[in-house]
């Protein structure tokens, strides 16, 4: 048996009990699911990290999926996020002019 104690995507059990294993769950408490969402967070981050270039774009759409659980867990469209996003950008830029800060005196 193997122990995973992890937050997996809805369909996990039932591709699990497809293939002939059991898998036992449970469903989470809102405090232990915002405490599971924050870690999956880091461990997709670390996936899309250490990914081959090969797997980095499907690693991201695991990313942005645990984005997009908080989201729905605090109650944020995906709209109302894209103009935070979109108004954040027009204050402060986004990431295309590839700027390094070295430092500042």
């Known amino acids: 048996m193997i122990v ?3 937050l997996v995507r809805d369909k996990i059990p039932q591709i699990i009990e497809s293939s ?3 898998a036992e769950i449970r ?3 809102d405090d232990e699911y915002k405490r ?3 870690i999956k967070l880091q461990e997709e981050l670390d996936e899309f990290i250490e990914a081959g270039e ?3 774009i499907t690693e991201l759409a ?3 999926e645990v984005v997009y659980a908080i989201l729905e867990h605090k ?3 995906i709209e109302v996020f894209e103009r935070i996003r979109q108004e954040k ?3 402060r830029g986004g990431f295309g002019d590839r700027i390094l800060l070295v430092n500042v005196e």
Do not use: F, T
């Open 20 to 22: 002939g294993k059991q």
């Open 54 to 56: 090969a797997e980095k």
């Open 36 to 38: 599971m969402l924050n």
């Open 4 to 6: 995973y104690n992890k």
């Open 27 to 29: 469903v989470l408490d």
């Open 89 to 91: 950008k027009e204050k």
């Open 62 to 64: 695991d990313l942005v």
């Open 75 to 77: 109650g944020i469209s």
